[in-house]
T-cell receptor, first 111, second 113 residues
């Protein structure tokens, strides 16, 4: 089962970029890399996902290492609303439908 | 509005009293899933369903049942709840699996005394 490793916690100053790392050394060639975040007292919400190439959307950017053994979620300008737990997850192809969240990285944004 | 709904949002019950937590989505999603969240353990998958009448075990299925008789509904059944099932439960759905985002419900906080 492909698993991920993330730091337990990180801090960032408001309006500065944040780079959240994730290691997934056992990733297979067909695993998608997903990122979700969970704000206090809410359900997780989707942030971004990718397979091999870097991805950008309105919320964040995802940088995937060339060997795919690690990835980085980039929040370009952290706001107080970005304080949450961020989960990096590997999502296998349809033959493996389980979804492993792990414990994630708790991001604190300092005003 | 596209959403996943769960009911009830809060439930306090006693050991052994059967209960059902409902989950419904209005996005015509094929994949649905249940998770529990406990302090220090993150989110763990209980059961998932690829489509109607197709369900499979996740990481922690013991003590739970599910059914998928309609595409939009995926109830979680605790036949004989025990205190170790006290947890925060989330239902989620997605159009497919690997390359699709999951939408989560607001959560159900269950306490079993």
């Amino acid at each position: 089962d492909a698993k991920t490793t993330q730091p337990n916690s990180m801090e960032s100053n408001e309006e500065e970029p944040v780079h959240l790392p994730c290691n997934h050394s056992t990733i297979s060639g067909t695993d998608y890399i997903h990122w979700y975040r969970q704000l206090p007292s809410q359900g997780p919400e989707y942030v971004i996902h990718g397979l091999t190439s870097n991805v950008n959307n309105r919320m964040a950017s995802l940088a995937i290492a060339e060997d795919r053994k690690s990835s980085t979620l980039i929040l370009h300008r952290a706001t107080l609303r970005d304080a949450a737990v961020y989960y990096c997850i590997l999502r296998p192809p349809p033959t493996g439908n389980q979804f492993y969240f792990g414990t994630g990285t708790s991001l604190t944004v300092i005003p | 509005e596209a959403q996943v709904t769960q009911n009830p949002r809060y439930l306090i019950t006693v050991t052994g009293k059967k209960l059902t937590v409902t989950c419904s989505q209005n996005m015509n999603h094929e994949y649905m899933s249940w998770y529990r969240q406990d302090p220090g353990l993150g989110l763990r998958q209980i059961y998932y369903s690829m489509n109607v009448e197709v369900t499979d075990k996740g990481d922690v299925p013991e003590g739970y049942k599910v059914s998928r008789k309609e595409k939009r509904n995926f109830p979680l059944i605790l036949e004989s709840p025990s205190p170790n099932q006290t947890s925060l439960y989330f239902c989620a759905s997605s159009l497919g699996t690997s390359g699709y985002e999951q939408y989560f419900g607001p959560g159900t906080r269950l306490t079993v005394t």
